[in-house]
């Protein structure tokens, strides 16, 4: 088992910048992937971005064309803990954002390929 708590969410104006937090405690994997996903009232689940490790070195990172060029998602050695920065947040980046991890999954942005998930922290993002 895997558990993921995410922190770091609060109340931002437009144009701020945020920083989540993902701890992760039990069982780790040597490939893995770990994501961000994000759900505002009324929406579906959707793909923020995501960090792929192979072979304990080689690290791949994919984002959300909404977010691309101002979300950086990263993890810390020893990869127990994983982060996303959000700058130039806007109103319509207001959401509950989720962490995730699998020890595989066929598509990263497709919230089913994950096995284990954190509970969630709100980003509110005012005009």
């Known amino acids: 088992q895997v558990q993921l708590v995410e922190s770091g969410g609060g109340l931002v104006q437009a144009g701020g910048s945020l920083r989540l937090s993902c701890a992760a405690s039990g069982r780790t994997f040597s490939s893995s992937v770990v994501g961000w996903f994000r759900q505002a009232p009324g929406k579906e689940r959707e793909f923020v971005a995501a960090?792929?490790?192979?072979?304990?070195?080689?690290?791949?990172?994919y984002y959300a064309d909404s977010v691309k060029g101002r979300f950086t998602c990263s993890r810390a050695n020893p990869d127990n803990t994983m982060y996303l920065q959000m700058n130039l947040l806007q109103p319509e980046d207001t959401a509950v954002y989720y962490c995730?991890?699998?020890?595989?999954?066929?598509?990263?942005?497709?919230?089913?390929?994950?096995?284990?998930w954190g509970q969630g922290t709100q980003v509110t993002v005012s005009s």
């Open positions: 995730a991890a699998a020890a595989m999954v066929g598509n990263v942005g497709a919230p089913s390929d994950y096995d284990y």
């Open positions: 960090i792929r490790s192979r072979d304990g070195s080689k690290r791949y990172t």
